[in-house]
């Protein structure tokens, strides 16, 4: 990896590569989380919102059929009265919705007296509800479980009347207008309240009101919870009355307080987490093009950074082999121009010195031929001379012998001999 600019290029990219998938798989875990868990959240506090508009419902209807039970013309016992206060308390009352208003006789368990005329001693097991409560007092006021009247769907509250014990006031209020004051927090949700038994008490399709929320005997676990008090958010809410969405919905589930209703907020899981959908899409969309851009930056450049120098690095190789007539890429405007107009620089410098090499070369091997030309001049002029100078001493050294043997004096002799001596050294 050292020796290779390409590994070293590679393996960066590799390790940026990998922080980049660490970084984007974490960042999508924790935001989904997030964005998943705010779903949750918010469809769970929708359903505590709602069971809490149900119970002030419920508490209002309750304390309105409390204070009708109150009122002084039971005292009196007149039953046209009665049917007269009932009927305008019908039609009058601004604050709830009254279907039905009339008092049960409860020792021949009939209806004593009603708004309507036509429940005249009616007895209680034709009417539409069939619980039999137990009150505590007078201010008790019991819920019954949903029932048709005339095509709609009520509840009826019932309170004993405290100026006549043995007779009970029963208001049956219609439940059409609750799911106006509630709010879906994802489009295409819908809403169910589910009693103890399994039944739609309430709902925003008025074709699933009264029907089993779930098939069977068993709850569904989102109402056995939310009878517990619970409230929470679930993935399979079950709901088998529309078993085509089943699976595609998530559900979140409140208590209603002082009831055996669950509020359960329904919503398609597409829908619900389409912002989560959506999020993730764009981090998986903005990880891929930084990813795909590093790349392509990367190989273009990489690509253009390697390829330059294995330019370079192959005309450095036949400079070296001395092939100087190398073109560089010197119109480039960046740091590779740069270096190819230096090394080109550097490859002329070269070029011109190795000329003024080969100058001088050449000088010196004209000079050289000069001088062994003296040379061998010198070695025969030296020769000619030695033989010349030879000879004359030769002729030197006769005369003087033979001017030796003409002289009689002895001194002189020996003057010569010492001369002849030193001609023939010489010589």
Known sequence: MRSSFRRKLTTALLVVFLIISIGTVGLYVQVGGLLEENVEQSMTAAAETEADELREWCGKNRLVTQLLSE????EDGDRTEVREYLQAQRGGRSDTEIVRAYVIDRRNQTVAVSSD?????????????????????????????????QDETVIGFISPIRRTPEQLLVVEVDTATIFDRFEHPVDGGFTRVVNSNGTVVFSDDAAATLTQYRDGNRRAPAVSSGLRGDSGFTESPAYETQPETEGEYVAAYAAVPNTDWVVIEHAPASEAYVITQQALRWIGGIAAFTLLALVGVVGVLGRDV????????DRAEQIEDGQYDVEFDTDRPDEFGDLNRTIASTRDA?????EEIRETQTELEASNASLEERSEMVNVLNRILRHNVRNEVNVITGRAELAAS?????AAQADFRRVIASLRTRG
Not at 117 to 128: A, N, R, V, Y
Not at 306 to 313: C, E, F, Q, V
Not at 350 to 354: A, K
């Open 117 to 149: 005329e036509d429940m005249k001693s009616q007895p209680i097991e034709e009417l539409g509800w069939t619980e039999r409560f137990a009150f505590q007092d007078f201010d008790d006021v019991q819920v019954t479980g949903p029932y048709a009247v």
């Open 406 to 410: 003409r002289i009689d004096d002895e």
């Open 306 to 313: 390697t390829g330059a120098l294995s330019r370079l690095t």
């Open 350 to 354: 070269l070029q011109q010195r190795i």
């Open 71 to 74: 009122h002084p013309v039971f």
